[in-house]
């Protein structure tokens, strides 16, 4: 007889399933059984998993550099924080660590993530927000040291490759400041 953690952990699952089904769009219940639904989104998610892992398996063994590993988690449209990353990699590492992540692993792992919906990336809507309230000037720009000094003493810090690639996207050449509307816009992605 199963125990109820495990029952109770099966009907979230069930929900969780149902509810990725509705948000999808599949065709209405009464058209398709919902084990050909919920096969169809399995496939679907997987498909995508595969996809992205295979184009940083460069040599074709089912396995990518563990360092590729957030670049692949961000591609699905999951945005986990540095630590949350972290503690994934810890989850799919091997016992003896290698430097690499095997694909059946990431594969296990990832599908459980969207299938949760874990680590959803920020509305545009709140990125503006949040540059608005940066904009005490209302503006609708912050300079390139505004940005700087904000990334660099609020949240999670960035190094210093990652602020010089963030900057490169969001400066606007001509004019040395941050447009954030087309910023915000730029970041937002889509679900997958």
Known sequence: MPNRFALIQEVFCT??????????SVQPLTQTPLCL???TLLADIQKKITEAFDIFDH???KTVDVREIGTIIRSLGCCPTEGELHDMLA?????EPTGYIRFDKFLQMMTHVMLERRYKPVPEEMLLKAFAVLD???????SQEELQKYMSEEGEPFTQEEMEEMLSAAVDPDKGVIYYKDFASMMAVENP
């Open 15 to 24: 929900i969780n399933l149902l509810t990725q089904i509705q948000d999808w």
């Open 37 to 39: 639904k919920v096969d």
């Open 91 to 95: 989850e799919i590492e091997e016992e």
């Open 136 to 142: 005490q000037e209302k503006k609708g720009f912050l």
């Open 59 to 61: 040599e074709s063994n």
